[in-house]
C-alpha cells in the first residue's frame, strides 16, 4: 500500500518578498490532481515555524493549508518544526508501519528542504519513495536558481537511491489507468 503525503503545502510559501523566487508554478495544480485522484491514505504535515517572523508560524494565515487541499479529509495530519515529517509531533514511521504501508509518495514545499528531508529519512528507513518532482517547488538560495536546486534535489534522490524521481503524469498513469 502506498501513502500520499503532503509536506508544507501552506499559504506561508505565497509570501514572495520572504522567500524570493520560485520555481514550477504548476506545482500546485499538480499536487491538488494527484490529491483528486489518490486512492490509498493520505497524510497531510504543517510546517510550524519556530523562527520569529516565519510566514509559517503557528496562528498565522501563513500557517494554514492552501486552497487547493480546501475540503481534504486526510487520514493522518500533524505538524512538525523540522524539515523530515518523520520527526513531527507523530511518529509518522510507526503509523504506517501499523497500517502495512511499505511506500510513499512524497509532494510539497520546499523541493531541497521538507520533501527532500522527508524522502531521505523515508529511504533510509526502507519505505519505497517515489518524488513526482513536478509536484514539489523551492526557491532560490545561496546564489543558485530554484531550478538549480531542484536538479540537485534529483540527483541527490536519485543518485544516492533514496527515492524514484518520477512526474505527476506517470502517478496518475498508475492509479488511473487509461
Not at 486552497?67 to 518544526?81: R, V
Not at 537511491?161 to 498508475?174: C, M
Given at each position: ?38 486512492k ?21 494565515l ?15 495530519m ?101
Amino acid at each position: 500500500m502506498t501513502a500520499l503525503i503532503l509536506i508544507d503545502v501552506q499559504r506561508g510559501f505565497d509570501d514572495l518578498e520572504f522567500w524570493g523566487p520560485r520555481n514550477n508554478p504548476d506545482a500546485e495544480a499538480n499536487i491538488a490532481a494527484l490529491v483528486q485522484a489518490w486512492k490509498g491514505p493520505v497524510v497531510q504535515v504543517r510546517h510550524d515555524s519556530v523562527k520569529p517572523g516565519s510566514p509559517l508560524a503557528a496562528g498565522t494565515l501563513g500557517n494554514t493549508f492552501k486552497p487547493e487541499l480546501d475540503g481534504l479529509e486526510p487520514d493522518l495530519m500533524f505538524t512538525k518544526t523540522v524539515n523530515s515529517a518523520f520527526h513531527g509531533e507523530v511518529d509518522l514511521h510507526a503509523w504506517l508501519k501499523g497500517r502495512g504501508i511499505t511506500d510513499i509518495t512524497v509532494v510539497g514545499i520546499s523541493t531541497n528542504h521538507c520533501v527532500e528531508t522527508t524522502a531521505r529519512v523515508g529511504g533510509n528507513l526502507g519505505y519505497r519513495v517515489v518524488v513526482p518532482i513536478d509536484a514539489t517547488y523551492t526557491f532560490d538560495l545561496e546564489g543558485l536558481t530554484a531550478d538549480q536546486l531542484t536538479a540537485a534535489t534529483v540527483a541527490n534522490l536519485r543518485g544516492g537511491g533514496f527515492a524514484e524521481i518520477t512526474s505527476t503524469k506517470e502517478v496518475l498513469d498508475e492509479i488511473c489507468p487509461t
